[in-house]
């Protein structure tokens, strides 16, 4: 079995798979449970400052998006960080970290943005022997109309400058969580950088309405007829974090900056995605909150088995492989010319690639006599569509052409790779020739 | 309880009244909402779906699945009712496995069908629970239609012919309307008077008058009903059975299936219906796997269904057999009846051994006594009492188009007319094709 150990700035875990700052990590009672069940990490449900704990609203905190059979696919949330007092969850991590040595246990923070207020808060959890911190720049309800949380993590300043105080008072690894809620995530990974975070994490939440109640006309989770936009997370979520972890990757400004992946991850190979596009680790929340902490005991064995498989003995093997293939589309092979084949053993005749192509892309496939549908290549566009809408497995694959042969859609000859920035279409290119 | 599997000769009360009641209960029993909508989200909603072929009424299945899937069953019970009125009582009998199912793309690619059978009852009950009719009645045209026979074809034709504003009288021989949903289906497939709710529902459309007992020939001619009514439609199914014409099939506890069937529909309590302890079922069909399997729910010790041909040839479905098979019954293939003995009542039945050589039945001289303390004859019904002037084909009136017969004013549909299965989802295409075709020749 593979050694699943990874060393995330220093902090060593059995494993990459951490429970994200949430409710499952809120107190000392769930925690102990989470070590018990194999979890390599935790970071602490989110801490606030001393005095007056925050109160939550006592309807529902959640809304959800099924599948069939309901299989939850997306969840949203309106709670808030730990509604426990500072020193009750200060004193519990003490003891967990002290119990738990070899286990990851980060404190997640947010305070009002001030320096007081950081400075206050960083030596008490420094005391509790915790690996490290992390900000909380993203949570999108709630907090946020307070001056926390995303409302933070909108403004890059802001984390640079809080990213900085905390450099300055507290000396363990800081790691600035980024909120999603921003039209370009490079330019917070940017400033939390150059605040001298040691890692960021994400993504947290999306801004979200799971439902509207069609009958109170009122938004899901609805709170005495009335609801507010919640942080969405879950399965749903993974495709937006993975190109956000990708993104920050790939910049020039914090490539090799180390990432905590989160966002959807519930299986061994979701995380291992996640890791292949740089991330260190991984955090996982929804699916512990649907499945219950057993679920790490799959993570664990199918990342191992896969690993094996490969023939990968550590985990930084294999981080930030796939960021080098992450490129602009400018930059993608215009000469790659595949077309879609399907297997007629494998085809049971449902028709939906025909019906998907003929009313919503290029007239590609033919239905024929007997219900046998055949690509037209001289309309394959190599869209791929009939393959995500084929209901069996491999049964419409793309072949691709080999140089050399003519495409019967165009009557060109596959050549080179050749990309936008070349191609005589392009202005930007004819520009560049004159 | 008064008696066992094993008391001899004809006995009611084999089994404990919480037995029977299990026995008799609803063979499927009904999808709940979470269930309907996990078996709809199998629907690949295939495009030109094989399944809306292979359905004699054409229901647009995928359409009707998609609207269960989003949780508006109401809606996908007026797609089936646009095309089957009787889409209530096909969601129970319809061999689903002989047609959309057998055509299912899922049945192709991995033996298990999505559940189209149990998902229209899911969306026709949910309908019809409500009380209301969903169809409007067209403006009255001040046509008369009369229709004969109140089964499947009758009363999709004259429901048909109401919602286009037409009135219509439907003469029945039997004393409740429903026809074969009413008298000829096991009592496993339409419990709780399912077949007269139907047809009370049915009724609601308005427009539409039943004469019941009153039988072609005896109480109304055809001749008087083409020049009272603007149109005649003729759906009275098949009356009569086919005799096995042997020695001692006139013996005591001899009957034909479709009249134990009837009786037990009717029964007020199946307590009290008699079974054999040994029963001998002939026939290969539906309505002999029908009597078979409901000989064994009462508690025969013993039922065999013999049949004279092979195995795969036999007209009920695979799905039926297996529900026989299940249920206790023996299927015992290629035998023919010689004989009937016994002394007053049948005691045991003979059969001889046979062989199909290119293609013909041949006996093979071996011959085997099967104890018997029932016997019934399940061997095909037939059509009695043709109307003068019509012509027939094969026994039975002859059709060209929509069910026009050669009598002009006169269209024939359901098991008395030719061509088509005889299965209730075809009576009801028939019915409702023939129905438009009245209206278009009246009204133009």
Known sequence: MADLTTDFLGIRSPNPFWLASAPPTDKEYNVRRAFDAGWGGVVWKTLGEEGPPVVNVNGPRYGAIWGADRRLLGLNNIELITDRPLQTNLDEMTRVKKDYPDRALIASIMVPCDEESWKAILPRVAETGADGIELNFGCPHGMSERGMGSAVGQVPEYIQMVTEWCKKYYDRPVIVKLTPNITDIRKPAEAARAGGADAVSLINTINSITHVDLDLMAPEPTIDGKGSHGGYCGPAVKPIALSMVSEIARNQATHGLPISGIGGVTTWRDAAEFMVLGCGNVQVCTAAMTYGFKVVQEMISGLSQWMDEKGYTSTDQFIGQAVPNVTDWQYLNLNYVTKARIDQDLCIKCGRCYAACEDTSHQAIGMNEGRVFEVIDEECVACNLCVNVCPVEDCITMVQMDKGAVDPRTGREVGDYANWTTHPNNPGAAKAAE | ?444
């Open chain 2, 1 to 444: 309880m008064t008696h066992s599997p094993r008391t001899a000769g004809i006995a009611a009360q084999r089994l404990s009244a919480e037995a029977l009641a299990q026995n008799f209960a609803d063979l499927h029993p009904p999808l709940d909402g979470h269930e309907a909508r996990v078996a709809a989200d199998r629907c690949y909603f295939c495009h030109d779906a094989p399944c809306v072929t292979a359905c004699p009424t054409s229901i647009d299945i995928p359409l009707f699945i998609r609207q269960i899937a989003t949780e508006t069953p109401e809606a996908a019970a007026r797609t089936i009712f646009d095309q089957n009125i009787l889409g209530g009582m096909c969601a129970r009998v319809c061999p689903t496995e002989t047609l959309c199912e057998e055509a299912c793309v899922r049945e192709i690619a991995e033996g298990k069908p999505v559940e189209i059978g149990r998902l229209q009852r899911h969306a026709t009950d949910r309908l019809m629970a409500r009380n209301d009719h969903p169809f409007e009645r067209g403006a009255p045209t001040g046509k008369r239609i009369a229709v004969v026979g109140a089964g499947p074809a009758g009363l999709s034709c004259a429901h048909r012919l109401a919602m286009k504003g037409h009135d219509v009288v439907i003469y029945d021989a039997r004393p409740k309307p429903g026809g074969l949903n009413e008298y000829g289906i096991a009592s496993y497939k339409s419990t709780e008077d399912f077949a007269q709710r139907e047809v009370d529902w049915l009724l609601g459309i308005g427009g539409i008058t039943i004469e019941t007992g009153k039988v072609l020939g005896r109480d109304v001619d055809l001749s008087a009903l083409r020049s009272d009514y603007d149109a005649v439609f003729l759906g009275m199914g098949l009356a009569g059975v086919n005799a096995l014409g042997l020695p001692g099939d006139d013996l005591g506890n001899t009957a034909d299936a479709v009249d134990f069937i009837a009786d037990l529909r009717q029964a007020a309590d199946v307590a009290a219906l008699p079974v054999g302890r040994d029963v001998v079922v002939i026939g290969g069909g539906m309505t002999a796997v029908d009597a078979a399997v409901q000989c064994r729910l009462l508690g025969a010790e013993t039922v065999t269904i013999a049949y004279r041909r092979g195995q795969d040839r036999m007209a009920a479905s695979v799905y039926e057999q297996e529900l026989a098979t299940a249920r206790g019954v023996r299927i015992l293939t290629n035998v023919q009846p010689v004989a009937v003995h016994g002394n007053g009542a049948v005691r045991d039945v003979e059969f001889e051994f046979t062989a199909e050589i290119d293609g013909r039945l041949t006996g093979t001289g071996e011959t085997v006594r099967i104890p018997a303390d029932q016997c019934f004859r399940a061997i095909g019904q037939v059509l009695e009492g043709v109307p003068e002037g019509l012509k027939t084909e094969g026994g039975k009136i002859a059709v060209t188009g929509a069910g026009r017969t050669s009598a002009e004013g006169v269209w024939a549909g359901g098991d008395c007319a030719a061509g088509g299965e005889d299965l209730t989802v075809t009576a009801v295409a028939e019915g409702r094709d023939a129905a438009e075709d009245i209206h278009a020749t009246l009204i133009g």
